[in-house]
Structure formats: C-alpha cells, structure tokens
C-alpha cells in the first residue's frame, strides 16, 4: 500500500462534472488499496472573480483581509470533492489549510510553510478515510489565515507527501492539470515541442522559475529538498505524463532539455551611485524588505561610480520602485531608470555541465534570426538571454528548433553538441 496525494488545479474543477471526474481517480487509488490525500484548488476562476470583487469595494484592501476572502475558495472546492467522494460509498473527511497544521510565516498573500503538523492526516487516512485539503494556505504562528501565493496548491500538495512520508517508504505527488505533462517548450508558443518523460529536480526548478506554468518553482523546491517523485499528468487522461525525479546519470547525456520564455520583464537601472564597499548590500536590502523576486543582477563600473541593473516581473515593478528609491535616498546619490518590454529566454539542461559549445549553439540561431541580445546569465545547467519582447516567441522557438527538442527521444531532442562531441551518443526513441 502507498500513500499518493493528488492535486487538482482549478481548471480540472471547474464545474461539478469535472469534480466528479477527479473524485473517480481518487476513489479508483483508494480501492486499489492506497492511502489517498487530495489536494484541491479553487474551482475555475474563482479567485479571480474573488479578486474582482474585492477591487469593486476597495482598490486598497488590506492584505490579511484578502486571505481571508480567497480562502473560502479553496474551502469551498474541498467540501465539493469530499461530497463527490461519498457519492462512491468512500468515506472522505474535507479541511481547510488552519486543520491541516500547516504553519506558515505572517507574511500575508504570499506566505511560506515553516513546518507541518501531520498527525491528524495520519489519523484519517488510518480510519480509511480520504483527506481532502484545502490547497494554497495555512495559518500564521499567531493565528492568522495566510495564502501561499503563486502556485501555492502544488506547494501544499508537495509539502504534504512530504510531511507524511516515513522511514520505510516516501509519499508520491502527483500533480493533476489541464495539460499532459511537462513538455520541451510550452506548446501553446512552440508547435515542435514535446512531452519529456522524466525530467530531473534541478531543471524543473530552472524551467519553472523561469514562467514554464506547469509547475511552481516552490512546489519543485520542496520535492527536490525531501525527494518526493512528482507525476505531472492531466486530469481528463490515463496516460502517464512526466516523472519529477532525482538526477540520474544518464540525464547528462542531453545538453539541453528544455526552453522556456519569461515573455514580460522590466529592468531596473541604479545609475551614477557611489562606487564603495557596501553599496550592493544597501541596495538589496530595501529590495528584500518588498519581498521581490530579482534575476539577471548587472554591475558596470566607471570610475568613482557604478551602475548596478537587475530585471525583475512586470507586475512588480510597482513595488520594486518605491524601494528602489529608498536605496538611492539613503545612498545619497545615483538616479533610477526603468525599462519595460523585454522577455528572458532559456535553454536549461544538466548536460550542460559536461557538453561544451551550448552557449555558441544558442547565441549563433539567435543571430541568426535577426534576435539581439541584451544581456546574459549563465549558471551550471542554464543559459538565459534577455530580448525584446516583441522577438520573445520566435526566441523561444529558434532556440527549441537549435537543440532539436522537437526529435524523438527519451529524455529530450538531440543537441548538436552531442553529435560533435566524442564519447557521447545521441538518445534516440
């Protein structure tokens, strides 16, 4: 017997049919003698439509206010399923994110699981019962109803298997979504692209934080730091879809496994600030303190000055710039410039590490299509470059086209470097 916990996105609840559908496939792994956690998000657009609503009472609410309101979605699709459930004679048991013993820091709308306490799941599932969680909050170590932001119902899912996972033997996640897995490129932007049968931790967290939707980054993390396999499969098919798993050695065997587009950045330039010890530390801690995600950090410098760029969501350019401001103030010195319609794209793969010439691969198509680059990052498994928005998509599709992601194969397309490279042949399907 395993214990597996499900999750279902709100497109695969969006109506009382599809709820039905997804309580047959928790029903189906509960007789066939598994311990079943399901994990639901808020039906369909519910969030958004809550969102809505709240912007026609206030366009400031508060953000405690705001959990509050979008949990009840969450809570509402748990009720539902666990009805659906007992329409197959099983008996299941619902619970909000507060009954769950998930614990979360008290950073409102955007807050992360400090510990979980699973006793009372254990006991559930030990009467037999299905759990039905309540995906994307928890409560704060003072009382308070928080929710996990982005992608917060895969990272309960997540962090769930990996709660209840023993000594003898480790929970499964699988991830239920309106797609059929994790794919080379997204196919809605890259017609080529192809669904990857197993992927590893680390280039999944790569893909993901670089916008591949399918997965947030934080549900990745949590699998790979308590080494929980993750299924990503569609919620309306059988087929199997994609295996999040620990790297094995046969993975470094394809250069690159996946692309991925970030299509809506902007870039904020700190210019003429003093050029001293300490001046990177006062510029990021105001960052911090607005609890901003930052990428492709760029520093030139010019004599008693430097110029110090970094890139950041388009959505959060609203709150980056006040703090940004608050850095030059103290700094005393320096002028803000901001720059938008730009997108990141990405070529990502653990055979990075032992392939050489994937940088030159991606930087000649690029070129060859005509696609300046602004700027580039590089890391052990992944190489980005910023571009125009506008050159964005066909980026993406250059890039997927250069490393041939769109061929057969095991574990992604055939790079050209492996067909140069001695000693290493290509994975063929």
Do not use: W
């Amino acid at each position: 017997m395993a214990l597996i916990v499900q999750k279902y996105g709100g497109t695969s609840l969006a109506d009382p049919q599809r709820i039905a559908n997804c309580a047959k496939r928790a029903v189906a792994a509960r007789e066939q003698g598994h311990q079943v956690v399901v994990v639901v998000s808020a039906m369909g657009k519910t969030t958004d439509n809550l969102l809505s609503l709240a912007s026609e009472i206030t366009d400031r609410p508060r953000q405690r206010e705001l959990d509050i309101l979008l949990a009840t979605g969450e809570q509402a699709s748990t009720a539902l399923m666990a009805m659906a459930i007992h329409n197959h004679g099983i008996d299941a048991v619902s619970f909000a994110g507060h009954q769950l013993g998930i614990v979360t820091d008290p950073v409102h709308c955007k807050a992360k699981i400090r510990s979980i306490d699973a006793d009372r799941i254990r006991f559930e599932l030990d009467a037999g019962r299905i759990v039905v969680a309540a995906g994307f909050q928890g409560v704060s170590i003072d009382g308070q109803i928080t929710t996990l932001g982005r992608g917060g119902s895969d990272t309960t899912a997540v962090a769930l298997a990996a709660a209840l996972s023993g000594s003898l033997a480790k929970a499964t996640c699988e991830i239920y979504t309106d797609v059929d897995g994790v794919f080379t490129a997204d196919p809605r932007r890259v017609n080529q692209a192809r669904k990857l049968e197993r992927i590893s931790y680390e280039e999944m967290l790569e893909l993901a934080s670089l916008g591949a939707g399918v997965m947030h980054s934080r549900a990745v993390m949590f699998g790979r730091n308590y080494n929980v396999p993750i299924h990503v499969r569609h919620s309306a098919s059988p087929e199997t879809g994609t295996m999040i798993i620990e790297e094995t050695p046969d993975m470094e065997n394809v250069s690159v496994v996946g692309c991925a587009l970030t299509p809506d950045l902007g870039r904020v330039s700190l210019r003429k600030i003093p050029n001293q010890p300490g001046v990177e530390a006062t510029i990021f801690k105001h960052i911090a303190a607005a609890d901003v995600l930052v990428d492709d950090i760029m520093q030139i410098e010019y004599g008693d000055c430097v110029d110090i760029s970094f890139t950041v969501e388009f959505q959060d350019l609203a709150e980056i710039k006040p703090a940004a401001q608050r850095a030059l103030d103290e700094l005393g010195r320096g002028e803000m410039a901001v720059e938008v319609g730009l997108a990141k794209v990405a070529a990502v793969g653990v055979g990075m590490r032992t392939h050489t010439g994937v940088a030159a691969t991606m930087f000649k198509a690029l070129a060859e299509a005509g696609i300046n680059i602004a700027n580039i990052t590089t890391s052990e498994i992944k190489i980005t470059c910023i571009v125009s928005k506008e050159h964005g998509e066909q980026a993406l599709r250059v890039v997927h086209d250069a490393f041939g992601l769109g061929e057969s194969g095991e574990h992604g397309g055939k790079s050209a470097e492996m067909a140069k490279t001695p000693g290493h042949a290509s994975i063929s399907g």
